[in-house]
């Protein structure tokens, strides 16, 4: 008897041995359970029903698949996370992974996994002090696992699916005024990388990006800073990686001020690399330590950032990435087209680029409202 990739085998006088398909494992082998029944056939058939029913819905443990959900996020990483996402994405889940699902969930079985389970995981993370927004990330990693476990059908539904997230604030942009700008440079002068902070505002580069930036990027001639690549923490590590989307690899106009700038810099980062000697590593970069080495941001931050908005009288809730919201808040106060921003930003979109810098608007709409009025009535 053939039902529904389910048989019947009769092994004996009152002996059979029904056999059900269950579809496939993480590495592609077809998976099966095989139960022996004794009694009459009609005790076959009802065992085969319920087996069907018990595998649609998900609940059957089968022979060589991951039992527990710690072992089934061990495959997923290796057999369709690693092949799918880039390098730092999937060491970033497996830290993921490491850090916060295994102790909590490792050793629940993942056909019993409930969404209470998971909400009740939730909570306890933000009861530990972890924020909204990495417990969402969490749940972004988790929900991506177990929507797998369905295509492979090893869950019958996805938990996840049925959670309650918590609340994430979206953090109001903080731009600078340009007396504030001022202020800052002033506050910098004399600091080894002042120049990275001018080069922030200036270019509206993300840090990652600037930070990753190789003089083969810059065209001092003609005034234009390629973009080509990220450097990013991956666990204690600095990696070089490639940008997010099409549209970060662009092309950004230099300032005029700024190549000037940049010239000096280089002379003087040649004489580092003479005083460093042999220990310095020829990276080409930029923007780099005293033995040319890349430049971690929270240093950059701890180091020279924060105690330059100190002396310059300015909030320490300033952060480095608010650099780049100055420099598209002062171009859309200065009339900038938003599709114009976009490029020069790397937005995807120029509708991304109005409700990220929305707050510039107010502006935007009195120097419109002057201009109709002039235009209309002189």
């Given at each position: 008897m053939?039902?529904?990739a389910g048989r019947i085998e009769q092994r004996g006088e009152r002996t059979y041995r029904v056999v059900l398909y269950v579809g496939t494992d993480a590495h592609g082998k077809r998976r099966y359970i095989r139960k022996t029944v004794r009694g009459t056939k009609k005790d076959a058939e009802a065992v085969l029903n319920q087996l069907l029913v018990e595998r649609d819905r998900g609940l059957l443990?089968?022979?060589?698949?991951?039992?527990?959900?710690?072992e089934y996020l061990e495959a997923w990483l290796e057999q369709a996370a690693k092949v799918r996402v880039r390098e730092r994405t999937y060491r970033s889940y497996r830290e993921i992974v490491e850090r916060y699902v295994l102790p909590e969930l490792g050793r629940a079985r993942l056909q019993k996994l409930s969404p209470l389970d998971l909400q009740r995981f939730y909570n306890r993370l933000l009861e530990r002090g972890l924020s909204a927004?990495?417990?969402?990330?969490?749940?972004?990693?988790?929900?991506?696992?177990?929507?797998?476990?369905?295509?492979w059908r090893m869950l019958a539904l996805n938990p996840s699916d049925a959670v309650e997230l918590p609340h994430q604030e979206r953090r109001e942009?903080?731009?600078?005024?340009?007396?504030?700008v001022r202020l800052l440079l002033e506050a910098l002068e004399g600091d080894p990388y002042a120049l990275i902070f001018e080069f922030a505002v200036d270019t509206g580069m993300r840090p990652g990006e600037y930070?990753?930036?190789?003089?083969?990027?810059?065209d001092l001639e003609k005034g234009e800073a390629h973009v080509q690549r990220a450097l990013v923490p991956?666990?204690?590590?600095?990696?070089?990686?490639?940008?997010?989307?099409?549209?970060?690899?662009?092309?950004?106009?230099?300032?005029?001020?700024?190549?000037?700038?940049?010239?000096?810099?280089?002379?003087?980062?040649?004489?580092?690399?003479?005083a460093a000697g042999p220990l310095w590593e020829d990276n080409d970069l930029v923007f780099s330590d005293e033995r040319g080495r890349p430049l971690r941001e929270r240093n950059l931050v701890l180091r020279h950032f924060k105690p330059a908005l100190r002396r310059a009288g300015l909030p320490e809730s300033i952060r480095l990435y608010d650099l780049r919201h100055t420099c598209a808040t002062?171009?859309?106060?200065?009339?900038?087209?938003?599709?114009?921003?976009?490029?020069?930003?790397?937005?995807?979109?120029?509708s991304m680029t109005l409700d990220v810098y929305s707050h510039a608007l107010p502006s935007m709409?009195?120097?419109?409202?002057?201009?109709?009025?002039?235009?209309?009535?002189?």
């Open positions: 053939t039902r529904r443990p089968t022979e060589g698949a991951p039992k527990t959900v710690g927004r990495t417990v969402r990330y969490v749940h972004s990693v988790l929900h991506s696992a177990l929507k797998q476990a369905v295509k942009q903080r731009a600078l005024s340009r007396e504030e930070l990753a930036l190789r003089w083969r990027d810059l991956v666990g204690r590590e600095l990696v070089f990686a490639e940008p997010k989307t099409a549209g970060a690899r662009r092309s950004v106009p230099l300032l005029n001020g700024l190549v000037p700038k940049l010239r000096a810099y280089r002379r003087v980062q040649a004489e580092r690399r003479l002062l171009l859309a106060e200065a009339g900038v087209p938003p599709r114009v921003i976009a490029a020069w930003l790397g937005h995807a979109t120029p709409m009195t120097e419109a409202t002057r201009a109709l009025e002039f235009a209309l009535y002189g």
